[in-house]
């Protein structure tokens, strides 16, 4: 997985020179980028902007590294909670809790 970070920090050092479209698998983008210094400018601010928003992601399809982290750690904490519920359920079942606990 590619980080968002690098990537970002990539585009705004030296993107002129497409390395940040080497980085996210974009060959042939970054090739363009190396011979026209970046479209002329537009492309270089283009990225930055894409890469920032996270509209440009790397070529394999995957997300980036930050954005994968986040959909773990908020779908851990759901099955977290449901598993205490069905825990209270069983226990009050068995007569252990009460209904006011």
């Known amino acids: 997985m590619k ?4 990537a970002l920090l990539l585009s705004v050092l030296v993107g002129g ?3 940040d ?9 970054g090739v363009l980028k ?10 270089y601010i283009v990225d930055i902007i894409q890469i920032a928003t996270g509209s440009l992601l790397p070529a394999d399809g995957t997300p980036y590294e930050e954005d994968a982290k986040t959909v773990v750690q908020s ?15 069983q226990l009050y ?9």
């Open 21 to 29: 479209r080497f980085y996210l698998g974009y060959t042939g983008m």
């Open 75 to 89: 779908t851990r904490g759901k099955d977290d909670d449901f598993a205490a519920l069905e825990k209270a359920a």
């Open 3 to 6: 980080s968002k970070t690098t």
């Open 34 to 43: 190396l011979l026209t210094a970046g479209c002329f400018g537009i492309l």
């Open 93 to 101: 079942k068995q007569g252990v809790l009460t209904e006011e606990e």
């Open 17 to 19: 020179l497409g390395i």
